[in-house]
């Protein structure tokens, strides 16, 4: 099933040509490694996790203003025309305790 929600072929138009992005977000006790095989697009999409340690409702607190933000701001870009690209955080602009990765570092073969 998620093959069939993120997989498109552009020469056979094979798939589903709307696919979403998935950025992750894990609080708590949440497998980074589970989290960073939902990424996707893999290599333009990143993940959000709680830091160690951290408190999880504020740390789901600011993954969700990092959500609202940045859908808000992608969606402005669209209507400017400055292309569709998915608009995340810098990472020196996270809330504090929120850490975000690309997921390599939890991908295994």
Known sequence: AFQALTQ???VTRQGFSFYPNLIP????????AILASLIHP??????FLQKE?????KALSAMVEIIISSTINSGNN???G??????????EDLPEGIEMSDGDDYLHD
């Open 78 to 80: 669209v209507a400017q």
């Open 53 to 57: 340690g951290g408190d999880p409702a």
């Open 82 to 91: 400055k292309g569709s690209a998915i608009e995340l955080p810098m990472p």
């Open 25 to 32: 977000c894990g609080v708590g006790d949440a497998n980074p």
């Open 42 to 47: 893999q290599g333009r999409m990143k993940m």
């Open 8 to 10: 498109y072929d552009k």
